[in-house]
């Protein structure tokens, strides 16, 4: 009897450490997706635009390809300047090399002090051409950066496109997102949430069509149709009102998650950066190679990103981030 108690407390406080990890407020939306008016329909359309444009270097976008990713900068930075902002340059120097991350920002009204970072990486793998990886996320930042073009937030929003989070960046100070958190936290920003768009582009309804590391798939849908919003356990105030907000606009279907970091996929993405800092911050993803077969390959090409789909995501991220640029007192 005795041995039976002791198994007991470590089963269920295993079960409670999952609950508290995958518990998330409000419904995921479900059904079919409502039809695309004739506005969605052009976004579809500038979507499209913005991944072809960055996957158009035939030898790619990399800390190898400069010529590719220096179009990748020179393109971005043109349509934050058409949308209305002043672009900032973060140059950083990799041995003989240039790298820099481009930021734009809209000062908040009554909250200036209270930043949210919107950022998505704009450099792709070596040998492929990163359509869903990340010239999905980077599309959907400059639609959002559009969107926000005329806005009068409360808190201060920032639009960052980093530079270098592939590898062999990824996990080191050479990262655009390591170098823009690192000096944040040296001028004492106060970041109150960070979102990275992270591949977010792929969707399929079919029973299946998505996986996940153990002992998440107990939890959470076998069709990879959803949005995902990852974060690790410190973050998870931000992950779960940030789903919350989202559940309550969004007509998408989305998931989440606050785990710990070293389950595989949960820090893989600019995020991490934010959180060696101290910063509240999350990946929305579309669970990348837990669900994309043409992850990190010559196959990532702009035909494979349901571009109609992510309109209604990109719509419920801007009302996401309406609802918390509004909100009163701090995030974290």
């Given amino acids: 009897m005795s041995s039976i108690v002791l198994m007991i407390g470590p089963v269920l406080a295993v079960a409670a450490l999952l609950a508290y990890m995958v518990w998330m407020p409000g419904q995921s ?15 579809a359309e500038r979507l499209r635009a913005h991944v072809e444009t960055l996957c158009r270097h035939p030898a790619g976008r990399n800390h190898v390809e400069k010529q590719g990713l220096a179009a990748a900068r020179d393109y971005i930075a043109a349509q934050f300047e058409a949308a209305g902002y002043d672009v900032k340059y973060q140059f950083y120097p990799v041995g003989d090399d240039q790298f820099a991350n481009l930021e734009v920002t809209r000062r908040g009204r009554t909250q200036p002090e209270e930043i949210v970072v919107v950022g998505a990486h704009y450099d792709a793998v070596m040998g492929s051409p990163g359509a869903n990886d990340n010239g999905s996320g980077v599309a959907a930042l400059l639609e959002l950066a559009a969107r926000f073009g005329a ?24 990262m655009g ?31 299946g069509s998505q996986r ?38 969004a007509r998408f279907p989305s998931e989440g998650v606050a785990a710990p970091a070293f389950i595989p996929g949960v820090d893989w993405s600019d995020h991490r950066s934010f959180w060696q800092h101290g910063y509240p911050a999350l990946m929305i993803t579309d669970t990348a190679p837990y669900r994309y077969p043409y992850y990190h390959s010559a196959q990532d090409t702009p035909d494979k990103v349901d571009y109609e789909k992510m309109v209604p995501l990109v719509l419920g991220l801007e009302a996401m981030l309406q609802q918390l640029l509004s909100e009163r007192g701090s995030s974290n």
């Fill in 29 to 43: 939306y479900r059904g079919r997706l409502p039809p695309l008016d004739a506005e969605g329909l052009e976004m």
């Fill in 151 to 174: 806005a009068d937030p409360a808190r201060t929003i920032r639009f960052v496109a980093f530079v270098n989070e592939e590898p062999p960046h990824f996990y080191y100070d050479t």
């Fill in 177 to 207: 997102s390591a170098v823009y958190a690192r000096n944040a936290a040296a001028r004492r920003d106060r970041i109150v949430a960070m979102y990275s768009l992270e591949t977010i582009g792929y969707f399929r309804d079919e029973a």
């Fill in 212 to 249: 996940y590391p153990f002992p998440f798939n107990l939890f959470y849908p076998d069709s990879g149709n959803f949005v995902g919003f990852v974060g690790n356990l410190r973050s998870r105030g931000l992950v779960t009102r940030s789903l919350a907000a989202f559940r309550a606009h």
